[in-house]
C-alpha cells in the first residue's frame, strides 16, 4: 500500500502572505484543520489551529474582541507558520508515514511528488486505510489462527483448504504475539464456524473470533 492509494488529494494552499483570519475562515468553511503555505510553487511551511492558537495572545490578557481581530487581520501566515515541516513522497509506503508521524509526533504529512504537493495524509486517512485493508465495512465474520513463528508455509496450507471446501477469503492479516503468529482471515459471515471447523480438523488452532456488521 502506498502513501498514494489513502492520502486526500483535494489540498488547500496558501501563500505565505494570507493573513491569518483569512486561513482561519478557509479552515473552517472547508472543515479542516491545517493549510500547508506555498511560494513559488514549493512547500514552505504549515499553518494549523494549533499554530495560530499558539501565536495569538492570551485569553489572559485586556484586548478586547475588536483589537484581537485586528490582529488577526494585521498578521500573515508567514508570522504563525510551522517551517520545519515533515513530508513524504506519494509513492513510498503507508508503513513510511505512519512511522514518521509517530517519530516526529505529528499527526499530518504533505504529500510530494518530484517536490510538488500533491495530497496530504492524515491521522484519519491512516485510520480510514486500516479499516479499508480489514475490510471492516463489508459483512464478514473473522476467524483467528494461532501459529508458531517457526512453521513455514503457513499460508499455502490455509489456502488449500479454504479451496478444497469452496471457501472464500476476503483479506488475510498476519500479526504477532509472543513466539505466535496470528493469521486473522476475514470470510463471508455465514462461512465463519465452517472455516474455523475445516481448520481444526486439519490440526490447526483456529476460532471464530469476530463478526463485522457492514456500515451504511
Excluded: C, W
Amino acid at each position: 500500500m502506498s502513501v498514494r492509494d489513502f492520502m486526500s488529494t483535494n489540498v488547500i494552499t496558501v501563500p505565505p502572505e494570507t493573513k491569518v483570519s483569512v486561513a482561519v475562515n478557509m479552515m473552517k468553511e472547508n472543515n479542516i484543520h491545517r493549510l500547508p503555505v506555498i511560494s513559488d510553487g514549493q512547500l514552505v511551511g504549515l499553518v494549523t489551529q494549533g499554530t495560530v492558537e499558539a501565536a495569538s495572545p492570551s485569553k489572559a490578557t485586556s484586548l478586547s474582541i475588536y483589537e484581537y481581530n485586528y490582529l488577526l487581520n494585521k498578521m500573515t501566515v508567514k508570522e504563525v507558520m510551522e517551517t520545519t515541516v515533515r513530508t513524504i513522497e506519494a509513492d513510498d509506503f503507508l508503513e513510511d508515514a505512519i512511522y514518521e508521524m509517530r517519530k516526529y509526533q505529528v499527526g499530518v504529512l504533505p504529500v510530494t511528488d518530484q517536490g510538488d504537493v500533491v495530497g496530504i495524509i492524515t491521522n484519519n486517512d491512516i485510520l480510514d486505510a486500516f479499516l479499508d485493508v480489514t475490510d471492516y465495512n463489508e459483512d464478514g465474520t473473522v476467524v483467528q489462527v494461532f501459529i508458531p513463528k517457526d512453521r513455514p508455509g503457513v499460508i499455502f496450507d490455509i489456502g488449500k483448504i479454504m479451496a478444497e471446501n469452496d471457501l472464500n477469503i476476503q483479506t488475510l492479516m498476519v500479526t504477532h504475539q509472543g513466539t505466535t503468529k496470528v493469521v486473522e482471515i476475514h470470510v463471508d459471515k455465514e462461512d465463519g464456524v465452517s472455516v474455523a471447523s475445516k481448520l481444526r480438523e486439519a490440526g490447526f488452532d483456529a476460532k471464530e473470533a469476530a463478526h463485522y456488521k457492514k456500515v451504511d
